[in-house]
């Protein structure tokens, strides 16, 4: 695999956000008592999107990693600590989870950009979207093994891959104009990371509309391609989310999951699909 160049924003890892979740657990406890406060951590709904950063800033640009991991293994590892991050939620009384799976990172505008077997088609950047793909298939088989190990646990998982793919391939089909080129920044595909100024860079093009355009920037879908994706994750189908969406989780009180069903056999609940 060979390092591309690509600007990557900096975030919050997630140790630190865990941090800051046993803060907000400790302020609940002392404003709602432990009752209160256990109550209200077993009853939300805690939202999960992981993986873009780790995959295009800690391995596509770093040649030291990918000499000492190959694909498979780092993204057994950025799986591994994503699996304990939600051991550690559910240890806590989390129950209910939603994720958001990985876009094809290779056809973002950033990535076709910095594509090294790029053309003038502009094809997708092939390693990153095998990355994106292997990190779908171990966090769908990961959560399927949660399911049958703990009692309680449910969750909502997207299929943002295929989702989003079409809607870069067929742009039209969904009322946008354009797929491949980002609506702000500059060179090939607007995917150098230069819009608002960004990286120091005062020239830049933007586009008239953006509801035009599937991608915003050389990283991120425009607000419409957001707006879209959360209605499907709210009441969308099996072909997008499941094996719950996310209006079932907020409000279907009693949910059986498998490990549910395990624990009573004489049960006739049957889990929403």
């Known amino acids: ?8 924003a900096q975030v919050i890892d997630l140790k630190t956000q865990l941090k800051n979740f046993e803060a907000v657990e400790k302020a609940l406890t002392e404003k ?6 256990k109550k209200l951590i077993s009853e939300a709904v805690y939202f999960i999107s992981i993986g873009s950063n780790d995959y295009m800033g800690g391995y596509l640009v770093n040649p030291t990693m990918q000499q000492l991991h190959h694909p498979e293994e780092y993204v057994g590892m950025v799986i591994g600590n994503l699996t304990q991050a939600i051991q550690e939620l559910y240890e806590k009384g989390g129950r209910k989870f939603g994720f958001l799976s990985l876009s094809p990172l290779g056809c973002l505008p950033a990535l076709r950009a910095a594509n090294p077997k790029g053309n003038e088609e502009g094809g997708c950047f092939e390693e990153a979207c095998a990355l994106a793909l292997a990190h779908n298939n171990a966090l769908k088989a990961v959560l399927t093994s949660l399911e049958h190990l703990f009692k309680g646990f449910k969750y909502c998982n997207s299929n943002f891959y295929v989702w989003l793919e079409d809607r870069i391939n067929n742009p039209s089909k969904y009322g ?7 609506c702000c920044g500059t060179g090939p595909f607007r995917g150098l990371f230069t819009c608002g100024g960004t990286n120091k860079v005062t020239d830049y093009q933007l586009c008239d509309n953006a509801d035009d355009y599937v991608w915003w920037d050389s990283f991120h879908p425009t607000e419409r391609i957001h707006e879209q994706f959360a209605k499907a994750l709210w009441d969308g189908p099996l072909d997008y989310v499941g094996p719950y969406n996310l209006q079932q989780l907020f409000f279907f ?21």
């Open 176 to 182: 946008f104009k354009e797929g491949m080129n980002a």
């Open 253 to 273: 009180n009693k949910l059986t999951s498998i490990a549910d069903l395990v624990d009573d056999p004489e049960s006739d609940t049957q889990q929403i699909y």
């Open 1 to 8: 695999m060979v390092a591309v160049a690509i600007g990557v």
């Open 32 to 37: 709602l008592g432990e009752k209160g406060a």
